[in-house]
């Protein structure tokens, strides 16, 4: 390849070598695999190597195949916040007309990478999991209201979970940036509860109180929607390609029959990684919900969900009349290019 063109060797062999312009778009993906989507949902993969200061990309002939690539043809990459790379594909038909055809290109997040970012995460998730048990049963401090009918407590508001999460992923991680309710560009009024970006990672961080099985599927759709629009959320320039979702939720229940089903049949197993059944057929809601929540089943999970048990017998700033379990969730979603949309 020279200057985007296709020389007789690219078409004939299974690689492509690529030009020196497009080196620094491909240096830190040597060693990976890269997908390429068409227009048509038709999916590639390329192996990116190096060979006597050369970049190859390999395992292309089917690629070739597919677009009737001719030597001559070019094949230009440029930068694109959204997928990495947009690649336009530039060909003559008989008629000797020029014909664009775009295509996207994404990097499937090596393995490896994913199970450093989730032990870190894990370790997070463990020491907000002790500071909420600190706080409660050692400080005997409940930082909310009962509800006066049954002195049962009101729960804990949302952007406690953010904050504690990002203040103890900050403690390890000093270089990180930390930002709360960050825009999401061409959307209105629509934020993300918050972001992290360190050296090798973009996270975004969502946080649901389950009062009830609606705020879970808010929660549910909070995933989807990040998940389409983490493109228009505004990033640093240089920020890391590798991207995850951070998904953070609380659930207490006082004996409520209703609150501990939800708890069992729904958050546990979600959180956990399970394949949900549809729980009652002659419900389409829970049929609906079971369906959904396996659509957007999380593909990692955070271990040792901890659950804290607040007594009624403990001497607490307020007033409770039952004992109450109350539990915190933590589940990881990768956007990765590997995917199946």
């Known amino acids: 390849m020279e200057k985007g063109k296709l020389s007789l060797t690219d078409v004939t062999q299974n690689y492509i070598v690529l030009d020196r312009s497009v080196h620094r778009l491909f240096n830190h993906r040597v060693g990976h695999q890269i997908k390429i989507v068409g227009q048509d949902d038709r999916e590639f993969f390329f192996d990116v190597k190096r060979s006597r200061k050369k970049l190859r990309l390999s395992q292309t002939k089917e690629f070739i195949d597919h677009w009737n690539l001719k030597e001559g043809d070019k094949i230009l990459f440029k930068s694109d916040a959204e997928n990495g790379f947009i690649v336009n594909i530039e060909k003559k038909d008989k008629d000797q007309k020029r014909k664009d055809i775009s295509v996207s290109i994404t990097t499937p997040i090596d393995e490896k990478v994913k199970k450093r970012l989730l032990k870190t995460l894990s370790e997070t998730y463990e020491l907000v999991g002790k500071k909420y048990e600190k706080t409660f ?11 006066e009918s049954s002195l049962v407590i009101n729960g804990f508001t ?9 203040h103890t992923y900050l403690k390890q991680n000093d270089k990180a940036i930390v930002w709360q309710e960050i825009p999401i560009n061409n959307v209105d009024r629509e934020h993300v509860d918050s972001i992290i970006i360190d050296e090798n990672w973009v996270i975004y961080i969502e946080a649901k109180r389950l009062y009830d099985i609606a705020h879970f599927e808010c929660l549910l759709d909070d995933l989807e929607r990040i998940k389409k629009h983490h493109p228009n959320i505004p990033l ?9 979702i ?10 409520e029959c209703k ?20 729980l009652d057929e002659s419900s389409n809601k829970n049929t609906d919900l ?13 271990t040792a969900t901890p659950t804290i048990n607040l007594q009624k017998n403990k001497t607490y700033n307020i007033v409770i009349n039952e004992d109450i379990d109350y539990t915190i969730y933590c589940g990881v979603y990768f956007i990765d290019g590997t995917e199946k949309k």
């Open 236 to 244: 640093p320039l240089g920020s890391p390609t590798n991207k995850a």
């Open 259 to 278: 609150r501990k089903e939800d708890k069992e049949n729904y958050y546990d197993k979600f959180f956990n990684g399970e394949k949900i059944n549809n």
């Open 290 to 302: 079971a369906e959904k929540m396996n659509a957007a089943n999380i593909n990692s999970v955070c």
């Open 137 to 147: 049963n050692e400080n005997r401090y409940l930082p909310t209201k009962t509800v």
């Open 246 to 255: 951070v998904l953070l939720a609380d659930h207490y229940f006082n004996g």
């Open 158 to 166: 949302e952007r406690n979970l953010t904050f504690n999460f990002c």
